[in-house]
């Protein structure tokens, strides 16, 4: 039996979809490169959306140039989603840097550290048998 999704994770599943695909297709700004939907939180009353956004490659100069293309935006693309949706009202969007990428390549560099500076302890402690 399919788990049955609360609306408004439905519409934001929609929205980020239809996001990706608008702001590869459709904005022709030369600031942003490839950038990446990664999530899209609607509010209960579907008022506002909260879209997640990750410029890859990019420092974090880049991301903040990609937020403020998109937040200039904003407008253009809410028009160009109501097109798209069948639903009532389009949420207004607000683009945020998604920080979850920088973490996890700082928790996987930390780790890749931990490991070298193990193995390079356990080297050292092995006698020389030659």
Known sequence: MPRDFPRTRRVGEQIQRELAELIR?????????????????VSRD??????????LGGSDEDN???????TRAAGYLRKL????LRIRQVPALHFQHDTAFDRGDRLSR???EA??????QHDDDK???G
């Open 25 to 41: 297709d459709e904005l022709r700004d030369p600031r942003l490169g490839m950038v990446t939907v990664s999530e899209v939180t």
């Open 115 to 120: 490991v070298e500076e193990d193995r390079q």
């Open 64 to 70: 903040a140039k990609t937020v403020e293309v998109l």
């Open 81 to 84: 989603l109501g097109q798209r």
């Open 110 to 112: 930390l780790i890749d």
């Open 46 to 55: 579907l008022a506002h959306a909260k879209v997640f956004v990750t410029a």
């Open 127 to 129: 006698p020389d048998n």
